[in-house]
């Protein structure tokens, strides 16, 4: 797969605008500010396909990459404190009717902050692709930011924190050194050669 090659495809904010589901997709999921622009940004090799942004975006849309055979849906972050009612009901209609469709969901990538504990929002996350059997593992973003005693604890405490821990496949990941980008391609290219 030449992950150089991707492109900005679409973006909606409501389930009647979704394009054509004509291929398999990989859907990022996480709290605002987990990291996911800057993974998508590096998985992808470009330096500023997905926004990266301190600030998280007011509006709710999920946007469509399209590579090769495959498309890349990064979700709309969650979980922003100051994330008004409407907005969060706007967000968990769009992310939970774009997850229920019949779309092929070949694979959700959940991202979680390596350097905290679960959110509620991440652990309703998880439990919501257990429950429906959807294909998935989690990312742990930030890698870098550290030291490695504190990282095999924030790692021990995941396998307590996190349900089914030990079947769940997990990537330890940073958009910083590139950790965990090789992994995190080969996991997306294998499932994608499945779908052919
Ligand atoms: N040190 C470090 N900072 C990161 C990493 N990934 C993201 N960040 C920073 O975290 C903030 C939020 O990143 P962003 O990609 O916009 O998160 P998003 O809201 O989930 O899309 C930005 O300041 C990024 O520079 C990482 O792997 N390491
Ligand atoms: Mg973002």
Redesign the pocket.
């Known amino acids: 797969m030449n992950w150089n090659n991707a492109k900005f495809f679409t973006s909606f904010g409501k389930l009647s605008q979704m394009p054509e589901a004509d291929r398999p997709e990989f859907a990022f999921s996480?709290?605002?500010?987990?990291?996911?622009?800057?993974?998508?940004?590096?998985l992808l090799g470009r330096k500023a396909l997905?926004?990266?942004?301190?600030v998280?975006g007011k509006t709710v849309t999920i946007n469509f990459y399209e590579l090769e055979n495959i498309y890349i849906a990064?979700l709309p972050?969650y979980g922003y404190a100051k994330t008004a009612k409407d907005l969060k009901r706007s967000w968990s209609d769009l992310i939970g009717g774009y997850l229920a469709s019949d779309r092929d969901i070949a694979l959700v990538v959940q991202?979680i902050d390596m350097r905290h504990a679960p959110s509620a929002d991440d652990l309703q996350m998880i439990d919501y692709l257990i429950e429906n059997e959807m294909p998935f593992v989690i990312v742990f973003?930030?890698?870098?930011?550290l030291k490695p005693n504190a990282r095999r604890e924030r790692m021990a405490a995941f396998a307590d924190e996190i349900p089914s821990f030990e079947d769940i496949t997990h990537i330890e990941?940073?958009?910083?050194?590139g950790e965990g980008v090789d992994e995190l391609r080969s996991i997306i290219e294998e499932i994608s050669a499945e779908e052919e």
């Open positions: 996480g709290r605002s500010n987990v990291g996911k622009s800057s993974l998508i940004n590096k997905a926004r990266v942004s301190s998280p990064d972050g991202l973003t930030k890698a870098d930011k990941f940073s958009a910083v050194t």
